[in-house]
């Protein structure tokens, strides 16, 4: 193999968004990833038979649609491989302790009548945050168009605005902070905070304030948005644009070292004592807690061995898996509803405690966070003709040593069986002979598939305020370049951290090709 400009440590979905750019601008990249396919969080694979297309992590791809990769489909990825979305409605539909059930409808008008059947107060309450959410919007998009320090944060945008002190004050403050304030019924204050917990940062955290607003407004406005095919179609269209390029992927590649000369990253080293070798450099979405054991200690400053050694990995799942013959159907006084996005939600203090309780390495006492995902729904080609995929996902701690031996590895399916149980109440069609087959992914069993997700924490690591903006992933070493020359980084662990946005790739490539020399409007609309 003779040397490309570009050497790629990992195949996520940021990777390959960060080669695709660096490939439409004429560099050649090899991309290595430990994994027998490309596309780390964001795959679907037949793991409960042929024809059922399970996403093994990633299903939604809500927030990539404001990226201009997606909304400007600056690479082709829709005119020319074949992408597509999928806006299903309703947009949620989530359970209570008590056997009370909401709706989320796509229409606006129809969520706000649904939360008016709790509390008209919090219904205007809702729209007030939608309508506030409006004018933030643009002004969120302008701070995540481009690179820490390259383009003015949120913070400088909002010193100019005329309401710039109260986002401010919501941004530093929690989830949990913003939705006691502006929702006051018990139910309406859990499905907000079910919503605020989809990306996995405990709703306590200081700094968590925007997810109120960021995760619901969006949806409201579009759905949860799925791929049609699988979430795993985001990595086939970059994958065929690479290829068309002419970009090597190398699977089962195991990057264990970083090869330098003189100082300079000029390659890297696989578990199997291959040496790749790159002209221009390399770019690396490995984790940065793997990265910093890639390279001897005194390669890396004080400031960044800091920052990572107290980086907060974040929150573990659990995962499980399930092909059957009907979806989970939930039973309400108004009628059958069934949603591809669903779910469970425990009282909002409850909420709060579950993720204390992972944070504290503790096994909480109920299941208070819970989402059912049924794609097929919507996407029915995912699965045999009249069938569906499930995929019940918690929040939980990684392992259970206090438990005794074994940990999740005796326990992992009875944990299953009782979020199955949990949704039962509520579905009671959902029977054990509607289930043909299952897989349990417990935290443990999720980072041994993927070893970027350290203790089965898929998002690349908390989001709190202590761990985002310029404090991601080190504070000083946000914009992408690493303490190594010809070393960028990209990926959940660098701003704005993990989901499917893309945004990290994007805003990668522009660094590397400014660094070079380029300017990043050639390939992209900026």
Not at 5 to 26: E, K, M, P, Q, W
Not at 322 to 329: D, E, F
Not at 462 to 484: C, L, N, T, V, Y
């Amino acid at each position: 193999m003779g040397r490309p400009d570009f050497v790629i440590a990992g195949a996520g979905h940021n990777s390959l968004i960060t080669a695709c750019y660096l490939a439409a601008a004429g560099y050649s990249c090899r991309i290595l990833d430990a994994r027998p396919i490309p596309g780390g969080g964001c795959a679907s694979e037949e793991l409960l038979g042929p024809g059922y297309a399970i996403d093994t992590c990633s299903t939604g791809h809500t927030l990539i649609q404001q990226n201009p990769l997606i909304r400007m489909d600056e690479l082709g990825l829709v005119a020319r491989h074949g992408l597509s979305y999928v806006d299903p409605d309703p947009v949620a539909h989530v359970a209570f302790p008590d056997g009370e059930q909401l709706t989320m409808p796509l229409d606006r008008d129809g969520t706000v009548a649904e939360i008016a059947r709790f509390s008209e107060e919090d219904a205007k309450s809702y729209i007030r945050l939608l309508n506030e959410f409006d004018e933030l919007r643009p002004l969120l998009g302008k701070a995540r168009a481009g690179p820490i320090g390259h383009v003015p944060s949120l913070k400088a945008i909002l010193a100019d605005h005329p309401r710039g002190g109260v986002w401010s004050r919501r941004m530093a403050l929690s989830a949990y902070d913003i939705i006691k304030r502006e929702f006051k019924e018990p139910h309406v204050r859990a499905f907000m905070g079910w919503m605020a917990f989809q990306t996995a940062v405990p709703i306590d955290r200081a700094g968590t304030g925007l997810l109120a607003y960021q995760i619901v407004a969006p949806r409201q406005a579009r759905s949860w948005s799925i791929p049609k095919g699988g979430s795993g179609q985001l990595t086939d269209a970059l994958v065929g644009f690479l290829r068309d390029k002419g970009a090597e992927i190398l699977c089962e590649r195991m990057v264990k070292r970083l090869i330098l000369d003189d100082g300079r990253c000029v390659g890297v080293m696989t578990a199997d004592g291959e040496a790749h070798l790159a002209t221009r450099g390399v770019v690396s979405t490995i984790h940065v807690k793997h990265l910093i054991d890639m390279a001897d200690d005194d390669v890396w400053p004080e400031d960044f061995r800091f920052g990572v050694e107290t980086y907060n990995v974040g929150v573990p799942f659990f995962a499980s898996y399930l092909a059957t013959t009907r979806p989970p159907v939930f039973e309400t006084p108004r009628g059958e509803v069934t949603a591809v996005s669903a779910g469970y939600a425990g009282w909002l203090e409850d909420l709060v405690q579950s993720g204390r309780d992972i944070y504290d390495g503790r096994l909480s006492k109920d299941v208070n966070w819970l989402l059912v995902a049924t794609p097929t729904l919507a996407d029915p080609g995912r699965a045999p003709e009249g069938h569906h995929t499930v995929k019940f996902l918690t929040h939980t701690i990684y392992d259970l040593p206090q438990e005794g031996p074994g940990g999740w590895k005796t326990r992992k399916e009875v944990f299953t069986d009782r979020l199955i149980e949990t949704i039962r109440r509520f579905c009671p069609s959902f029977t054990d002979d509607v289930i043909l087959a299952r897989l349990t992914k417990s935290p443990v069993d999720i980072e041994a598939a993927n070893p970027h997700m350290i203790q089965g924490a898929p998002h690349g690591g908390d989001r709190s305020i202590a761990f985002s903006g310029e404090q991601r992933p080190a504070p000083g070493w946000a914009a992408h370049q690493m303490p190594i020359k010809g070393l960028w980084q990209t990926g959940g662990t660098t701003h704005p951290g993990g989901s499917i946005t893309g945004i990290p790739g994007r805003n990668a490539a522009m660094v590397v090709l400014k660094d070079i020399g380029r300017d990043p409007s050639e390939v992209m609309k900026i």
